[in-house]
């Protein structure tokens, strides 16, 4: 592994010997056993949109392994007043050791990794949100023990988190459903991926997708770079929201989770939220023990 651009590029075994480091440095971490095992190295950390988790869980997880992280914000970079990507991927090279970015268009992501030497992390784009996807299935993984054959359920809107979590969730062994209205349906190239898959469903129907569930995830319905199309979203999106009703369709057991920030009221009420919030927040801190992973399999030498 050399990147990590999508979950596209990842194999299942890539990917769960990136869930098996990520146990055990959460492992390490909980007991007090340092695991400083990337000192002297250096990560930079491109936003070119807001973040909460992103940013706190790779500043505090490079430091955790002993790295030096230097946020960049895009407002500050060249790149805010037109440095081409290309030119941006050949300097960072020449200081740092990785880079982690988030924006909009995955060419960007791509971009950087074909013109630079150093290993490329996705932070989120429009596309992808890989890393988020590891801590579900990390998060996934340790209440049921495995993958392989669980019942993934995602409704909502076809973007990053969508296109991420079907690629992640068949690429284990998962059944994936899908739920989303007309018009905001996952990426044309997942899914081609996903059709070939016998246990993937997808469907306008979220009552139909939800159905004896084990896992049940939804993510925002106005993503970052969207956000002016809020109100026609909320119309169109209103009999997508992960309510008790809906709920009642999926296992009893099933877990629910959101990459977060969470709009209570919209996509999910209240009530579930705060039913499902250990689980919700055990997702939030698992991105540090995977994306502390993922450093280390594109680092450690
Ligand atoms: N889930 C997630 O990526 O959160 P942030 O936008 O806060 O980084
Ligand atoms: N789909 C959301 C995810 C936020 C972590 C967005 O792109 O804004």
């Known amino acids: 592994m050399k990147h990590l651009l999508k979950m596209l590029d990842l194999s299942k075994e890539e990917i769960l010997s990136i869930l098996n480091l990520a146990d055990q440095l959460k492992y390490e971490k909980k007991h007090g056993i340092e695991h400083a095992v990337l000192k002297g190295k250096s990560i930079g950390l491109i936003f070119q949109k807001s973040s909460t988790r992103t940013r706190v869980s790779f500043e505090t997880g490079a430091y955790q392994l002993g790295m030096q992280s230097l946020f960049l914000s895009s407002r500050d970079l060249q790149i805010g007043r037109g440095e081409p990507i290309q030119d941006t991927a050949r300097v ?3 200081y740092l050791d990785c880079i982690m970015i988030r924006t909009f268009d995955q060419k ?3 971009d950087l990794a074909a013109f630079g030497s150093i290993p490329v992390i996705n932070g989120l784009t429009d596309f992808s949100h890989p890393c988020q996807v ?5 998060t996934i993984r340790e209440k049921y023990s495995v993958l392989e054959g669980l019942k993934m359920c995602y409704i909502g809107d076809g973007y990053n988190m969508a296109n991420s979590l079907i690629v992640g969730g068949l690429k284990t062994g998962m059944q994936v459903s899908v739920a989303t209205p007309q018009g905001y349906e996952p990426d044309p190239q ?10 993937f469903q997808f469907t306008h129907e979220p009552s139909a997708a939800i159905k004896d569930a084990d896992v049940v995830i939804t993510d925002t319905w106005a993503s970052m770079g969207v956000e002016d199309e809020k109100e026609v979203r909320q119309k169109v999106f209103a009999p997508y929201q992960v309510n008790k009703e809906l709920m009642q369709l999926a296992k009893p057991h099933a877990m629910v989770q959101h990459c977060l920030p969470a709009y209570r009221g919209q996509e999910i009420t209240e009530e579930i ?4 919030a250990d689980e919700i927040f055990e997702e939030a801190e698992n991105r540090l023990h995977a994306q502390k992973a993922v450093m280390v399999k594109l680092l450690q030498k």
């Not at 590891?134 to 990390?138: C, F, T």
């Not at 997942?190 to 246990?199: E, I, L, S």
């Open 92 to 94: 960072l090279s020449r």
């Open 108 to 110: 960007e992501v791509e």
């Open 273 to 276: 939220f705060e039913a499902h």
């Open 190 to 199: 997942v899914m081609d991926f996903a059709k070939q898959h016998d246990c």
């Open 134 to 138: 590891l801590a579900d299935l990390m």
